[in-house]
Every structure is written in C-alpha cells, then in structure tokens.
C-alpha cells in the first residue's frame, strides 16, 4: 500500500527566504507525482506535475525534483513571499493506476 | 484552463436528512471523476471513483449505501449523503479527469455541517 509522508508538518519563514519542502512515497512505481496548493477552506490547486521518467519541473519561484528510485520528492520555493502562505500537499499516482495517494501536506507561513 | 464547479459551496442541515452535492466540469468532459473527503488538519482521502454511465467504485470502508454517487453525465457527477450524522461533517471535494493518466482538476471543495 502506497503512503506519502511529507516534512515539515509546519514551517514558519521569514519573507524572501528560500525553502524546500519534502515528500517520500514508499512504492517507488509511480506514474507521477503532483505538488498543490490548498488555500484554507478551498480547493486544490495543482503547482507542478512531474512525470516518473523526469527527474525536474520548475514553474516560476517554484522547482519540484523527483528521484523515483529513492522515494523522494523535494519542492523548492524561491524567494518566498506572504502570498506564498498555505498547505502544500504531494500526492502520486500508481503506475497503471488512476488513484492520487496524497500526503498529510506541509503548512507554511511566509511572515511579512 | 479547466474549470471545475460544486454546489453547494457550504451546507448546514439537520442529523438524519440527505444532502446532495453537484460537481460539474465546466469547459471538458471527464470520463472520470473523483471524490474525496477531508477531515480538519488532515488530508484528502479518495471515497470512490466514479465513470460516467456506471457505478462507481469505492475506497475500502466507505459506505456506498450512505454515499450515493452518480455520474450521469461526462460533465457531471453528484454525491448524496444519505441519512447524513455530526460525523459525516467533513469538507468534500470532487476532482474531474478528462482522460485515462491524464491530470485530475479540482473542485473548490463543499464545507458539510450536520446538526
């Protein structure tokens, strides 16, 4: 059974700090994996897609690394601005499969 | 971009009544679209997974008497919650896929209160 754990549970920076996020999976045969934004009381927003044969994806301030064989995701925010503030959730999708397995997500707040 | 719709947004109701909660892709069709439940400080968990014109399959230990899900059409799919209880108060949010391995969009999310 595929569980995602994600560290911090909460972190707290400063603004225009850089910070990197964690994600692990314990069942490396993924098909991808996908980092989201949830505001509080709101829906998900999907930040970065990576597919299983990518190592990378970058969209603006953000950089999502996956390395399949270890289990392991990192989500890089550069520059981190208050706006930036919410739950970050990783989730995976099984190869062959339809189902995201989400992680517990890391809160952040970027103070002003 | 895709854009995904429910309704009700919030809803409060009495113990022991049936809400029924719309999701509806607004500008694709989904072949396929998914519910899941969200408890405070948790996260999402999958409840079932529907296809349009058949039944829908659900998670291990939810209640497919209790969750009725229909996807009547590739635009639409609805989940009622039958008999509703305080426990089922949760935040309940849909997903549509627009095909088979392709990205999943997702609702804003309806906020369950039951009395």
């Known amino acids: 059974k595929q569980e995602v754990t994600q560290i911090p549970a909460a972190l707290s920076v400063p603004e225009g700090e850089n910070l990197v996020l964690n994600c692990s999976f314990t069942d490396s045969a993924i098909y991808n994996l996908q980092w989201f934004r949830q505001d509080p009381g709101k829906g998900l927003t999907s930040l970065l897609l990576i597919q299983s044969s990518q190592r990378e994806q970058t969209s603006g301030r953000l950089n999502a690394s996956l390395d399949k064989s270890s289990g392991r995701s990192t989500l890089y925010i550069a520059a981190s601005q208050p706006g930036d503030s919410a739950t970050y959730l990783c989730a995976v999708i099984r190869e062959y499969g339809n189902k995201l397995v989400f992680g517990a997500g890391t809160i952040l707040r970027v103070k002003s | 971009g895709a854009v995904v719709s429910q309704h009700p947004s919030r809803v409060i109701c009495k113990s022991g009544t049936s809400v029924k909660i719309e999701c509806r892709s607004l500008d694709f069709q989904a072949t396929t679209m998914f519910w899941y439940r969200q408890f405070p400080k948790q996260s999402l968990m999958l409840m079932a997974t529907s296809n349009e014109g058949s039944k829908a399959t659900y998670e291990q230990g939810v209640e497919k008497d209790k969750f009725l899900i229909n996807h009547a059409s590739l635009t639409l799919s609805t989940l009622t919650v039958t008999s509703a209880h305080p426990e089922d108060s949760s935040f309940y949010i849909c997903?549509?896929?627009?095909?088979?391995?392709?990205?999943?969009?997702f609702g804003p999310g309806t906020r369950l209160l039951v009395l």
């Open positions: 997903s549509a896929q627009p095909g088979q391995g392709e990205t999943q969009y």
